[in-house]
Each structure stands twice: as C-alpha cells, then as structure tokens.
C-alpha cells in the first residue's frame, strides 16, 4: 500500500525507529505550545524476547509494499523473515540481498504455506490474488496481514470471511489507520462531543506525479524467462506476456481496484475507526480517465458520495470521497469532520480542533439585516422586533468561536510500525485484531461499490449490517 508520496510524508517526519520504540500506551498528550499537543503513542511493542522467543513471517509479494512491510514488521521484536516468494527472479534475489542468504525464497507461495516454520505471512500481491491466498494461508494454520484491499469484488468477501471464523486464524488488513493515533484522537474527540453531531465528512487522497499515478519502474531483464506469467495471470483473462501489466497491474481492472480499492480504503478505514461506522447505505461515483492515457483501463480520478444511516455509534452523516492523480495543488490528503458544534481537520501528521458551532444571529442582524423582517409592515416589524428582543436578551451579543487546537503525531511516528505491533500482538497474545476480515469486508465494499457505481452509472444499495448489495 506504500506509495510515492508517503516518502515525501516519512522525509518529513523521518523514519520511526528508537523514538516508535519508546512509546507509550496513553492517550494524553503532551503541551508543544499553546494549543499545540504532542499526540502520544497508542501501542506499546513488546520487550525483546529471548532467542527461542520468535516469530517468524514470510512475504508474499516483494513489490514495493512487500519490502516495505517487511522491512517495518522487522523492527518490531521478536520477528524474523525466514521466507519469500514472488513471481519476478529478480526480487527474489534482492530478498537475499536486503535480508541476507539465510531467507528462502520460491516462485509458488504455496511453498511457503507448506513450511512448519512459518508463523504468519504478508500478503502484499496484486488484488485479484488477495482472497484466494488469504484463504489459502487461513488454512494452512498461519496468521495473516494481507494488505489491503482485502478483496477484489464485492461477492468475495464474505468467504474470506467465513474462513477466518472457521479456522479461528488471527487475519489482518493492512490499512494502518485502523492503528494510528491521529484516528484514535479524531475517536476521543468526537465520543467527548467536540464538534457536536458529525453530519458532514470530506476526505481526499490525492497525487500528481507519475510514479504517484503508478508509472512504475519496468526492470531491463523484465522477460518471460524472468517472470512466471502464467501464474501471476491466475483467474484472470489470458493473454500474452506483458511487462507492463505485470509492474503496472493496478492500470488494469483484470488485476487491481482502480484508484478507490488502492486510495479510498485508507479514507474509509479512518473514517471507521474515528466514527465508529459500519458502512453507507447508498454510494453513488463518477470519474474519468482524464489525463493519464498511457494505456491503462482504469480512471485516474474519482468522486464518490456515500450515504451512513444513523446507528448506536454514530448519527447519520454524509461522506464525500475525492482521488485523482492530476492534482495542480500538489497532491494532498486530508479529513474534514463536520459537526454541529465544529470542525475536526485531519492531515497525515496533525489534526485541528476548531470549535465553532452554528452561528445565532444578533439582533441587528435579524431585525435590520438580510432577513425577511424588512420586508413586513412598518407595524409589523415593530411588533416582531418587541418581541424578539424579550425573548433573545442576549442576542446582540454575537457568537465566536474558541481557539483552535492542533494535536500533532511525534517525530518519527509511523502508524504503519503500530499496526504491525497489534498485529503481533495478536499473533502471540490473543488479543482482538484490529482490523479483522469484517472490518477490512466493510472498508472494502464501499470502495468498490464505488467502482461499480462508476462502471454501472447509477446509485447502488448497500446493507452495511448484513454485507450485501440491496437489490
């Protein structure tokens, strides 16, 4: 799930290590400046174990994401990569090269699936792959972190689903705000009532770079003797060998999930987690294919609208979701929850707490305003204006709202680090994953709704309870 642009993100808060590795269970904050509070860490790692104390994992898929999540599971303690498979030779070599000799590596995953020593597994492949070898791995006995989105259409869900209840197996998905502590501030602030009712969410996720818009890098020796085509192919449609596809499968809707399966999953998972939200009963989507015509099949930019009823956890609010990789501002993410009573403004590493409230008009306003009072008899308005005024006393006095507050991560913070430390936790303590196969089926379907409403060109019907298109 790495992407160009969270490279720009960790050059400016910089690679977590000693400093992610120090933190704290808390949820308090520290004071910076005025109305600026240092965010303290979530989740604790757990203390270097003994030698025989080990965890040790495979990857999957040693794409981008794959040594990205390899490499980051590894500073948790305790974790070992012992294995590794991918369909390119050379990424296997270069698994040995970062890793050391010691790591095996192999074409078929089910290889790896079969090894008595293997304790959990990173699925970091392409979508159309996701369900069938997390159900695979799922079975074979190991724990599983698939990256995300966990399915590549609606109607897979619920067998991945299925196979975690059955199998009891600790799944996964790894779409890291589900452990970050931004979401678990914007979560305390709005269960405070910090901003009233949430009626109102804008996020967006946007880049504008070509490798942003996943122009991925094609090696030199990228041929069919150097790539198991047939096997990356799997389900989908045959056709003949193709580089491109194969380091650029997500410009393809035979292998990817176009930019709401890569992007709006990491929108909705925070949206989730903050709100405590299951999932819309409407979303509708519209989008286009408007600047990168380079091949690909997949629109470049999409807006969806999504409809939550009210619950328990939450009132009914209105989401609205933006992508696109022709982003002229520079590209940019950003939440906007929008309450009754104030704003919560989320980036990568802040969010602003801006207390505002709806605005109750002075006197003035009302009785010589822009307001309809004007518009009555002279007897009228003076009649009304008696009245107002014994009624609202203290109407001229016009409401303003309170200083905003900024919370920012630590330096150093990675969310990706503490989503692998639960995940861990998980695996040796048997403590609840937080983003289970439901969790990661109900990020996932709006998504992809999206898609589908998109490609269908209409408004689609979900029941976010039961999990399944209303007809």
């Avoid at 305790?78 to 010691?102: N, P, W």
């Avoid at 792959?129 to 109607?155: L, Q, T």
């Avoid at 299951?278 to 989008?287: C, E, L, N, S, Y």
């Avoid at 306003?365 to 007897?379: C, I, M, P, W």
């Amino acid at each position: 799930m790495h992407h160009p642009d969270q490279d720009t993100r960790r050059s400016f808060l910089g690679l977590m290590a000693a400093a992610s590795a120090a933190s704290t269970v808390a949820t308090t904050t520290t004071v910076l400046a005025d109305d600026v509070h240092v965010l303290k860490p979530t989740v604790e790692p757990p203390k270097p174990g003994g030698p025989n104390d080990r965890l040790r994992i495979a990857t999957i898929g040693l794409g981008i994401i794959g040594f990205i999540d390899t490499e980051t599971a590894l500073k948790v303690p305790g974790v070992e990569l012992v294995a590794a498979s991918d369909l390119y030779q050379g990424r296997r070599t270069h698994a040995k090269e970062v890793f050391g000799d010691r790591v095996q590596t192999y074409v078929d995953y089910r290889e790896v699936l079969a090894r008595k020593d293997v304790d959990a597994v990173f699925i970091c492949v392409p979508d159309h792959w996701h369900a069938k070898m997390s159900i695979d791995a799922m079975e074979a006995g190991k724990a599983v972190y698939c990256e995300k989105p966990m399915i590549r259409a609606v109607e897979e869900g619920p067998a991945v689903i299925a196979a975690q209840k059955k199998t009891k197996a600790v799944f996964q998905v790894g779409s890291q705000y589900a452990s970050s502590v931004i979401y678990d501030k914007v979560k305390d602030l709005i269960r405070q009532g910090a901003v009233g009712k949430v009626h109102a969410i804008e996020a967006r996720y946007n880049r504008n770079s070509d490798i942003g818009a996943w122009q991925y890098s094609i090696p030199t020796d990228a041929s069919a003797e150097t790539i198991d085509w047939d096997r990356f192919l799997g389900d989908a449609p045959k056709r003949a060998f193709d580089p491109v596809r194969f380091f650029r499968w997500r410009n393809y809707w035979d292998y990817g999930t176009a930019v709401a399966g890569d992007l709006f999953i990491h929108l909705l998972t925070g949206i989730h987690h903050a709100t405590g939200a299951i999932g819309p009963t409407r979303v509708a989507a519209m989008g286009g294919r408007r600047y990168w015509d380079d091949g690909r099949d997949v629109y470049d930019i999409i807006m969806g609208l999504l409809d939550y009823p009210e619950t328990d956890a939450h009132g009914s609010f209105t989401l609205s979701l933006v992508t696109d990789f022709e982003d002229g501002g520079g590209g940019a993410t950003s939440f906007r929850f929008v309450g009754t009573e104030g704003v919560i403004d989320v980036s990568f590493s802040e969010l602003k707490l801006t207390s505002v409230g709806i605005e109750q008009a002075s006197a003035n306003q009302v009785l010589k305003g822009y307001n309809s009072v004007k518009t009555f008899s002279n007897a009228q308005q003076k009649t009304f204006a008696e009245k107002f005024l014994a009624e609202h006393p203290t109407s001229s006095e016009k409401r303003r709202p309170k200083p905003t507050e900024k919370y920012v991560v630590p330096k150093g913070y990675d969310e990706r680090f503490d989503h692998m430390v639960n995940f861990f936790k998980s695996v040796r303590e048997g403590k609840p994953v937080y983003e289970d196969a439901t969790f990661g089926y109900r990020a996932a379907a709006p998504a992809l709704l999206c898609n589908e409403s998109y490609r269908q060109k209409r408004e689609i019907d979900w029941d976010p309870v039961a999990m399944k298109v209303v007809s």
